[in-house]
């Protein structure tokens, strides 16, 4: 992964932590030996050794007192207050550069109620120390998942006890650590002195003399549910979503607590691409990093794969809270035993050789380095912190951000309500936002190039004077428009008569200083709603002074040439009636992130009849709006956070930068990345369906009375999901036809082969009140309407889940069974002004 580097390139942050699982203290001086090694902040546990065995003996006396009175209702035992001998901390200047992390030998899933007691004391003993020494981050141990034959039943009680421990720290950052997926044998690895191993065979579903068995053996019991037998095993399946299933558990019952996060394991193989898609889009607050995840490179120094880059670049790359990186395991510091031992910082300065790629192992090479560690290398790094020196490097060399990354940093999952132009006037700046995007006006100005040729070639009539083509931007804004189409006048030779309306009080004074000073006067400017302009004036009738596209015009109130005049003098001329003719090429930019969600449809319905009957052309000619379920759960706890004081926030369609989130419907395209490995990974692409279309040109008048009914919408579409998923909102796109073979879309599907870069639009989210659970191999229904009353104009959507089961026995057809449905979510209290 090459990358140059260069001081103007903007570089990310990587915040870098060290962890050693045997580290019992970390003192002043360690701390301030790792930041010269250039390390961010250490880990340090909350408590020591001797709480770890006066909490051992504790629960074994309680055990034994169980095992000879096991009629006797005895209560749990309570862990006194923790002493001096019990923990390392104190409050300190140091205090912040610390990540606390709870005791990894509790069992907070354990089904022995005593274990699972025990553990819950340990936790909130901790957590409340912490939080009264000043740690502002705590990282928490992960939720076993595999006792016995229990497989994910102590969850909800996990959960459980995090959602009271958020009540006693207030203030505290917590992270729960996640391996990328559920892997029964690394979770089988207990911790020395682990409480787990206390818990009692009869809570294990075990026979009563509570034997422990290989991790390749299990019980079985006969057909009359007589002598219970041991038999070997298959050995257990990798479950690619059963810690993300246990997360989704925990973090639902906490209510998308803000102060919950997730610090990820990396593993030394990674997962299918659909795996860390959806670890993208949850809260991570670390990536833990170990020394397996590393391989050596031909020179013998440990470096990621490729796999391994991309997804740090990914997970690291364009965003304003990138998560931390905590290395683990990967040595102690260097140069603490000896203080007068001079260690250089790490600079991430590698040579060609130190940073090469090492070979990608295979899926079996990787899962023996789980098990066994990196392989020892016979060449020698002379590099006190390797694998620090090598994220300095990354960090370094990330590839450098897109246009649209540098225009939207920042704004990566910032919710903002969509423009509403027809009834506010917009502000200069926003305008300014709009018009630095060089695509747009660039596939306008080829468009309206093209129609003025087409018009030439084919031999069209033109409707202005002396064979000029009439042109008419509405909506003019600050004149973006304008000038491209004076611009293909120019380039193409062909004479146009250039009209542009706008309603905007404020804007139109700019326009009449442009066509002054940079158009030369060659645009005739109309202040005016669209929708009641009359159209062009014909050029034998002067154009009035003041003229707003209404007759007749403004009396001028400075105007007194007249006020002496006697009363015997002649009366005035009868003013003469303006003509009006009709517009050739119409051009507009009316378009919202939904395609018709700022109402260029009714807009357009107001000028279409002005447009010459026989040719005229309208750009945009076309445009299609289209939909995606998607995952989306720091978006979800914003609108939820939102909806405390505003109780339309989970009814209000958000134009918003998706980041963090995961297309739940997808299909797999072959990979177009340049990696060696030998091993073909396809690449999923989401499934973007087309909802409803509009498409202009020639029309004719609505009466007056007619209704706005002919632009509402329905669509009921299908997503078929592979895995299991929380669907949390629907993503909004549009893709829009300009003139034939010129087009702007939003749709990840083909934004880069239509329009490449192009930063106007952000999508729209429809997010859902109450997220909707969807098991694997499941189908989620869209419902979508556009809706009106003929004052505003406003979307309603819904999602249902649905299971495909085999039907009766021997029947063999599938049935659908709805398994949930979402409450309707409608934005009529907000919607668009007509």
């Not at 907070?108 to 909130?124: F, K, T």
């Not at 189409?485 to 030779?493: E, K, Y």
């Amino acid at each position: 992964m090459e990358f140059a580097s260069s001081p103007d390139e903007y570089m990310p942050t990587f915040y870098i932590g060290q962890h050693e699982s045997d580290r019992t203290r970390v003192t002043p001086e360690l701390l301030r030996q790792a930041q010269d090694c250039n390390y961010d902040m250490l880990t340090t546990p909350i408590t020591t050794p001797h709480f770890h065995s006066r909490v051992l003996t504790l629960l074994s006396n309680h055990l034994n007192e169980l095992e000879l009175q096991p009629t006797r209702s005895i209560p749990a035992p309570v862990i006194p207050s923790l002493s001096p001998f019990d923990t390392p901390l104190a409050p300190g200047e140091t205090i912040s550069q610390l990540l606390a992390v709870v005791s990894p030998w509790i069992d907070l899933c354990s089904p022995d109620p005593a274990v699972y007691n025990i553990s819950r004391q340990v936790l909130e003993l901790e957590v409340a120390y912490a939080a009264f020494c000043g740690i502002g981050n705590i990282i928490l141990p992960s939720p076993k998942l595999h006792h016995g034959k229990l497989h994910g039943e102590g969850v909800t009680q996990y959960a459980y006890a995090v959602q009271e421990t958020l009540n006693i720290g207030h203030y505290i950052q917590m992270s729960i650590s996640l391996p990328m997926m559920d892997n029964p044998e690394q979770d089988s690895d207990e911790v020395v002195g682990s409480l787990a191993e206390r818990a009692r065979g009869k809570h294990l579903g075990l026979s009563e003399s509570g034997l422990q068995k290989n991790s390749m053996e299990e019980l079985e019991e006969n057909e009359d549910g007589g002598t219970v037998i041991f038999s070997r095993k298959k050995p257990a399946r990798f479950d690619f979503f059963g810690t993300w299933d246990a997360w989704n558990v925990i973090r639902t019952l906490c209510k998308y607590n803000n102060r919950l996060s997730v610090a990820l394991s990396i593993p030394s193989h990674l997962p299918p691409l659909s795996v860390s898609s959806r670890w993208h889009s949850e809260p991570l607050r670390l990536l833990s990093i170990s020394s397996k995840t590393f391989f050596k490179n031909p020179s013998g120094y440990p470096a990621f794969t490729h796999s391994h880059q991309a997804l740090l670049t990914r997970y690291m790359g364009g965003i304003r809270n990138p998560p931390w990186l905590l290395l683990y395991d990967v040595g102690p510091i260097p140069g603490f035993e000896n203080p007068e031992t001079i260690v250089s910082a790490a600079d991430g300065v590698l040579s060609p050789s130190e940073a090469a790629d090492p070979p990608s192992p295979t899926s079996a090479e990787a899962s023996q380095l789980e098990r066994k560690g990196s392989k020892k290398s016979t060449k020698t790094v002379n590099d006190p912190t390797p694998h620090l020196n090598y994220l300095r490097y990354l960090q370094s060399h990330q590839p450098p951000r897109t246009i649209l990354e540098r225009f939207g940093a920042g704004y990566q999952d910032y919710l903002q309500a969509p423009l509403q132009p027809l009834t506010d006037n917009l502000e200069s700046i926003t305008y300014e936002v709009f018009e630095k995007d060089p695509v747009k006006y660039d596939q306008y100005l080829t468009a309206i190039q093209q129609a003025l040729i087409d018009w030439r070639d084919q031999g069209k009539r033109a409707s202005g004077p002396n064979g000029r083509i009439v042109v008419a931007v509405v909506g003019a804004g600050r004149g973006p428009l304008v000038t491209r189409a004076l611009q293909a006048s120019d380039a193409t030779g062909i004479p146009i008569e250039m009209w542009a309306v706008e309603k905007n009080p404020n804007a139109f004074v700019l326009l009449q200083r442009h066509n002054e000073e940079t158009w030369a006067n060659r645009v005739n400017l109309v202040k005016s709603d669209m929708r009641s302009w009359k159209g062009p004036l014909q050029e034998n009738v002067p154009q009035p002074s003041g003229y707003t596209g209404h007759w007749p015009p403004p009396r001028n109130e400075d105007d007194t040439s007249n006020a002496n005049m006697t009363s015997e003098a002649a009366p005035p001329p009868e003013p003469q009636l303006p003509t009006h003719g009709p517009i050739d090429i119409l051009v507009s930019e009316l378009l919202g992130s939904f395609a018709d969600n700022e109402l260029s449809p009714e807009c357009l319905d107001g000028i279409l009849p002005l447009l010459n009957p026989t040719h005229g052309i309208s750009i945009p000619c076309s445009y299609s709006a289209y939909l995606t379920p998607i995952a989306a759960p720091k978006l979800h706890a914003d609108i939820a956070a939102r909806a405390l004081n505003d109780p339309e926030a989970p009814h209000t369609p958000y134009v918003v930068m998706l980041h963090a989130i995961d297309y739940l419907s997808t299909t797999s395209r072959p990979s177009t990345s340049r990696s060696t490995t030998s091993e073909s990974v396809p690449t999923p692409v989401p499934n973007v369906v087309e909802a409803w279309s509009f498409s202009h040109g020639p029309m004719n008048a609505l009466p007056t009375s007619s209704t706005n009914l002919h632009n509402t919408r329905h669509a009921r579409l299908t997503f078929n999901l592979r895995d299991r998923a929380v669907c949390h909102g629907l993503a909004g796109y549009f893709e829009a036809v300009l003139y034939p073979g010129v087009e702007l879309s939003t749709n990840p599907l083909n934004m880069e082969d239509k329009s490449p870069g192009m930063m106007s639009w952000f999508p729209i989210y429809f997010p859902l009140k109450n997220p909707l659970y969807a098991p694997d191999a499941s189908t989620l229904t869209v419902s979508i309407f556009r809706a009106t009353d003929n004052r505003k104009v406003w979307y309603e959507w819904m999602v249902e889940a649905w299971s495909n089961l085999i039907g009766g026995i021997g029947s063999g057809e599938k049935k659908r069974v709805r398994l949930g449905v979402s409450e309707v979510g409608s934005s009529k209290s907000g919607g668009c002004m007509m």
